[in-house]
């Protein structure tokens, strides 16, 4: 293991990081909401501490490994969580501990989405910025952008993007050089960052909480600007613009950029773990509306919308909600719960364990039990017809062959 290299890295890394407390800054300053000193200290000590790691070694260039890679990828998460507290810490508001400082620093770059805040409302605007802001930056990655910018800081950057990148898939790149894959999903990134911003401006919001919930909304992370998150606004437009632009996050990235490519929108449908997702999506909506409509609890209208929102948000991940879903009756918050677990597609920010996975558990799961029936005689002629299983020419001995308890599933 390379660990100069990877001391080089993580320096780098912080100094890149001590960048992103320059836009909350300018946020204070404008809103005159006397936060401004947490974050030129938060700026200068992770700059410092980023030099002071990086300086003795900036020699060092030597390859880094697949296990360099999960190793820079683990130490940044520790490492650029610890420095996001700092702001927290200093700042007038909110008061809170050393714990909980770095507990919702890493919440917000790992797009964990949960808080020990209350009050959210009444933060300075800098500090809610910044909340936002930490979940987009961890969506797709500052590893990924430090990837997109590897040349100027003289770093390999496979191995970052492979330890870095969600889901089963690793070695595709959607360029011929890993900078350029690294670029273009920034880019892409960005631009759904911005076309979620004006979509949700033109439903309702007003500009700085456009600009912060299309941050944790890209990034599938669910911080809001309220306590109440998305239900302060009370609003079908907004939530259903959430739902879009949640969808089009958990869908696996590689599709938008195809999309970008080829100026087409048919590839969505033709992959497999994106219909399977909005299935998914569609029949956990159902189950949950006919619930809401026989308890009463909202119109068959209202009760879709506020469904579709919950269903999507916490299958996805995102975590914002728009009513007391744990009130809801029968099963309807065990179900939510549980359909999050699968979380969002492959390459994508969604969390989970993707979508893609559950697909080939389910496919595998099947072609295991075809072919187990295929060698137990006891499946009738009839059960094949019905499930369109076929004979095929030759494989007569699958069907007469013995059939025991520990090679039969019948």
């Known amino acids: 293991m390379n660990l100069l290299s990877v001391q080089r890295i993580v320096g780098l890394l912080l100094m890149l990081f001590s960048v992103t407390m320059l836009p909350p800054l300018i946020v204070s300053m404008i809103y005159e909401d006397g936060a401004w000193f947490a974050f030129v200290s938060g700026f200068v000590a992770t700059l410092a501490i980023g030099t002071m790691v990086w300086l003795p070694v900036r020699k060092q260039h030597g390859d880094l490994r697949l296990r360099d890679g999960f190793l820079i990828t683990v130490l940044f998460w520790a490492v650029l969580g610890a420095a996001g507290a700092v702001p927290l810490l200093i700042s007038h508001a909110p008061e809170v501990s050393v714990t909980d400082a770095v507990f919702e620093a890493i919440s917000g770059l790992t797009t964990t989405g949960s808080t020990v805040l209350v009050g959210i409302d009444y933060l300075p605007e800098s500090i809610r910025w910044y909340r936002q802001q930490l979940q987009w930056f961890g ?179 995102a975590g914002f909600t728009s009513a007391d879903f744990a009130a809801w009756p029968g099963f309807v918050p065990v179900l939510l719960i549980l359909v999050s677990f699968i979380g969002g597609c492959a390459f994508s920010t969604g969390g989970g364990i993707k979508v893609i996975r559950i697909l080939l558990l389910v496919k595998q799961g099947a072609r295991g039990w075809y072919t187990q029936a295929q060698r137990c005689p006891s499946v009738s002629a009839a059960d094949r017809s019905r499930h369109g299983w076929s004979k095929q020419s030759g494989d007569s001995s699958r069907f007469t062959s013995a059939c025991s308890p520990s090679s039969c599933c019948c």
């Open 139 to 317: 969506g797709m990655g500052i590893i990924i952008l430090a990837v997109a910018v590897a040349p100027i800081l003289g770093i390999g950057g496979m191995q970052l993007y492979r330890a870095e990148t969600p889901g089963p898939v690793k070695d595709n790149k959607l360029t011929p050089r890993i900078t350029e894959t690294a670029k273009a999903l920034w880019y892409i990134y960005a631009a759904i960052t911005v076309a979620c911003v004006i979509a949700y401006w033109l439903a309702g919001m007003a500009p700085f909480d456009a600009i912060g919930h299309a941050f944790s909304t890209v990034a599938i992370g669910g911080f809001s600007t309220h306590d109440a998150s998305i239900g302060y606004y009370d609003s079908a437009a907004i939530e259903l613009v959430g739902v879009f632009f949640i969808l089009i996050a958990a869908a696996n990235f590689g599709l938008h950029f195809t999309a970008w490519r080829t100026r087409s929108l048919g590839h969505y449908f033709a992959d497999s773990e994106f219909r399977t997702m909005l299935m998914i999506a569609a029949v956990v909506t159902l189950l949950v509306v006919v619930y809401l409509v026989r308890a009463d609890i909202y119109e068959p209208g209202r009760a879709f919308v506020k469904a579709l929102f919950q269903a999507v948000s916490i299958g996805t991940t």
